[in-house]
């Protein structure tokens, strides 16, 4: 599962960076103004608008079954038991462990037509559940312990826009509402913790069950 994770981060990246269908997704990342440097330390990446492309990779270059991959929480399976990518024309964010292993992703819709979810995660799997990972710790760690201070932020692109900024202690929950395993990891390198959500209704209602947490 590692394995597979890992290599679909890279393959990702690689289409962002070097494919000509990736560039619409190039341009939209430049105009939020992420630098080439903090796409390669975040190993952002880009998944074709294909319902068999990282199937194709990775069942033909290193032999991996689609139930595999599936349990990976990179497919998932019709109600005819056809299985399809899970990511398709999106914006990809891998999700890494607290030592820096891809357990899975974060995607954004690239062209959001109101039909499809604006971001979906990788179906939880043996290595990757929501409410125990926080996004960007493993960059974070070692700035939030010398700062004594962690800052949660609601989404993957606040905490690399703080990350660019210089604001390296910064981590965010990852695709859930704050949870008491998020709160307890963090627990383990600071002993303050800050919030900076949006100041919308929503991000008003997520600071008020976070500060209860």
Known sequence: LFE???ISAKL???????????????????????????????Q???AP??????RKFLGVKFGFKPPEIAKAGLMAQSTKGDYYDRFRGRIMFPINNVMGSVIGFTSRVLEDDGKQAKYINSAESAIYTKGKVLYG????KVAIREADLAIIVEGNMDVIACHQAGFKN????????LTPDQL???SRYASEIAFSFDSDTAGEAAMKKAVTI
Do not use: C, Q
Request: no cysteine; hydrophobic share 40%; proline share 2%.
């Open 4 to 6: 597979i994770n890992e």
């Open 12 to 42: 990702y990246h690689k289409v962002l960076t070097d494919h000509p269908k990736a560039e619409n997704a190039r341009k939209y990342l430049k105009k939020r103004g992420m630098t080439d440097e903090i796409i390669r330390e975040f």
């Open 44 to 46: 952002i990446g880009y």
């Open 49 to 54: 608008n294909s319902w068999d492309f990282l």
């Open 137 to 140: 710790l493993d960059k974070a």
């Open 170 to 177: 910064v981590v965010a929950s990852s695709g859930t509402a």
């Open 184 to 186: 307890t990891i963090l």
